[in-house]
């Protein structure tokens, strides 16, 4: 056993607690045509450290309420394109959106319940990915792999859009078809550019076409430059022509990877964690070492998943607690003792 742990890393708690198992839907993966097993299993249990953290850090600090709309209207709907936009206003105007661009995405997912953690995830096809719990709070899972505050906004967006529509749909998406897989992308798609984008608001803000227009529009609505341009073909604000005259544009200049603005408007991050985290510590109410060991997984696993700062849980160096006397009297010490 202690050679496991020096190998592995993990507190030995890791090895002898018994972790409440919670029934888990369907995860919704982006990437499943590309995605290997192994791969996919490593993000499962890195969803499931979360929870972990997120149920320990729960007895000790008060999170938000999870705050979805009741979709009673939505039942038995299919969801086709004007269903998807009805159901992106309904949102916007229950969580109190108004008509304004969402300037942070993670931010308003976890004011509203959602847990939201962002990881290095190592496979560059893979953005994002949920995973909503049977009796907790739901789970979206951020890359970060690639740096761009307008392609999280998206996959957030894109994840919550998988959560209101389609949890009850399926109970595996590795049992569902191709076609399947590609219309239920392509639904998650189209919430998130109406959430992000509402139809009325976003046409107001069209008065151009160029391409240069568009990147001075990603700094109002902080969204891709693609994103945006999809959707005015899906408003009709453009033709099918010029939807790919457009992006023949953008291949030719090599924003297809990486945008203007992509490393100049700041990445938005999840922050509920480490607050929580931040809260015990300067509350004294455990140490550093205490919550890695009563969460038992490894200090830089917690650090990353809580996006707390590196080695802000790491065991700090203690101090010796006895020094010797400046002039030490030892001669009546009885030795023999």
Not at 34 to 43: A, G, I, L, Y
Not at 209 to 214: A, D, N
Not at 279 to 301: H, M, R, T, W
């Amino acid at each position: 056993m202690m050679a496991l742990v020096s190998v592995l890393k993990f507190p030995k708690t890791y090895f002898f607690t018994q972790h409440n198992q919670q029934l888990v839907g369907n995860t919704f993966f982006r990437a499943r045509a590309s995605m290997t097993k192994k791969n996919r299993d490593v993000q499962l249990v890195k969803a499931d450290w979360v929870a972990q953290i997120h149920s320990y850090l729960e007895d000790y600090v008060d999170f938000p309420k999870l705050n979805f709309p009741d979709l009673a209207m939505f039942d038995g709907v299919e969801w086709e394109s004007c269903n998807i936009e009805s159901l992106a206003n309904y949102v916007r105007n229950h969580w109190g959106l108004g008509s304004a661009p969402i300037s942070n995405v993670p931010a308003l997912l976890e004011k509203n319940g959602i847990i939201v953690s962002s990881m290095d995830v190592g496979n560059e096809t893979i953005d994002a990915f949920c995973q909503p719990r049977q009796g907790q709070k739901p789970i979206i899972m951020l890359s970060n792999d690639k740096q761009s505050a307008a392609r999280r906004h998206f996959d957030g967006a894109h994840e919550l859009g998988h959560l209101l529509m389609h949890k009850d749909e399926v109970d595996n998406q590795s049992n569902m078809t191709r076609e399947e897989f590609v219309r239920m992308e392509s639904q998650a798609d189209r919430f998130a550019s109406a959430f992000l984008l509402p139809a009325e608001p976003f046409k107001r803000t069209i008065t151009s076409i160029s391409l240069e227009y568009f990147i001075e529009l990603k700094k109002y609505w902080r969204v891709s430059m693609s994103a945006m341009i999809r959707r005015c073909k899906d408003l009709g604000i453009i033709s099918e022509m010029k939807y790919t005259s457009l992006h023949k544009q953008m291949s030719m200049k090599k924003y297809k990877k990486k945008e203007p603005l992509d490393d100049v408007i700041p990445l938005s991050e999840p922050v509920v964690l480490q607050k929580a985290v931040q809260l015990i510590l300067e509350n004294n109410i455990k140490s550093e070492l205490q919550i890695v060991q009563e969460i038992g997984l490894p200090a830089n696993f917690i650090e990353s998943l809580a996006n707390l700062p590196p080695e802000s849980l790491s065991r700090k160096e203690i101090e010796p607690a006895v020094t010797l006397k400046s002039q030490p009297i030892i001669s009546d010490y009885n030795w023999s003792n």
